[in-house]
Nanobody, 117 residues
Framework: VQLQASGGGLVQAGGSLRLSCTSSGSIDSINEMGWYRQAPGKQRELVATITTGGVTKYGDSVKGRFTVSRDKLKNVVDLQIDSLKPEDTALYYC????????????WGQGTQVTVSS
């Protein structure tokens, strides 16, 4: 499984961004996809995940502002980010979990989101 993330950039606080993650390879083995982020000096944290059945989960810090969606036909998972805050600045990673995995075991290269105050 290969994952390609895109859509990051520099935006002012209060603005919006849409990140996309395109999967390729053995995509039929993917059970769940998601987004994580890591800011400098901090641990990687959950942003949002979505299963093949459409069940979503969000990190507490992004609930109500971020929306994850999945287009199975296009093998794309999007992350709509609204009401951006400076503390959302981080490298955002796309991840995938295959059917027999207990953790996310495929990762994209990351896309940078920078929010200015």
């Amino acid at each position: 499984v290969q994952l390609q993330a895109s859509g990051g950039g520099l935006v002012q606080a209060g603005g919006s961004l849409r990140l996309s993650c395109t999967s390729s390879g053995s995509i039929d083995s993917i059970n769940e996809m998601g987004w994580y982020r890591q800011a400098p000096g901090k641990q990687r944290e959950l942003v949002a995940t979505i299963t093949t059945g459409g069940v979503t989960k969000y990190g507490d810090s992004v609930k109500g502002r971020f929306t994850v969606s999945r287009d199975k036909l296009k093998n794309v998972v999007d992350l709509q980010i609204d009401s951006l805050k400076p503390e959302d600045t981080a490298l955002y990673y796309c991840a995938a979990k295959v059917l027999d995995a207990s953790e996310f075991n495929y990762w994209g290269q990351g896309t940078q989101v920078t929010v200015s105050s």
